[in-house]
C-alpha cells in the first residue's frame, strides 16, 4: 500500500523556521513528482511547493523567498524548509503525489496524513 508520512510540524513564533519531512513508501519514489499542500482554516487546500523527479521546482507567490523544497532519494524523503514563518502560514500541511510511482503500481492522487503548523503573532 502507498504511503506518504509527513512530520516536523509543530508550534513556532513568528519569524521563525521550521523544516517538515516527507518519508513515501516504495523503491522507485526518485521518479515521483511530490508536492507540499496546506489547508488553513476555511480556506481551501493550496499548493505551496512542487519539486520534479529531475530537481525542478515551484513555488506559490505566497511563500517564494521564504519556503524551499527538496528531496533525498536515497532516503525516499521529500523536504519544506519554512523560513521567516508568519501567522498567515498556520495551517495542515499535506504531502502529495499526482501519480505515485512504487515498484510497478501506479497510484493517483496519494496524500500523507498531514502535520500541524502553527505560527503564534
Known amino acids: 500500500q502507498v504511503q506518504l508520512a509527513e512530520s516536523g510540524g509543530g508550534l513556532v513564533q513568528y519569524g521563525g523556521s521550521l523544516r517538515l519531512s516527507c518519508v513515501g513508501s516504495g523503491s522507485a519514489f526518485r521518479v515521483n513528482t511530490m508536492d507540499w499542500y496546506r489547508q488553513a482554516p476555511g480556506k481551501e487546500r493550496e499548493r505551496v511547493a512542487r519539486?520534479?523527479?529531475?530537481?525542478?521546482?515551484s513555488y506559490a507567490d505566497s511563500v517564494k523567498g521564504r519556503f524551499t523544497i527538496s528531496r533525498d532519494n536515497a532516503k525516499n524523503t521529500v523536504y519544506l524548509q519554512m523560513n521567516r514563518l508568519t501567522p498567515e502560514d498556520t495551517a495542515v500541511y499535506y504531502c502529495h503525489s499526482d501519480h505515485y510511482t512504487s515498484a510497478s503500481t501506479i497510484t493517483n492522487d496519494v496524500w500523507g496524513q498531514g502535520t500541524q503548523v502553527t505560527v503564534s503573532p
Open positions: 519539486i520534479t523527479s529531475t530537481g525542478s521546482t
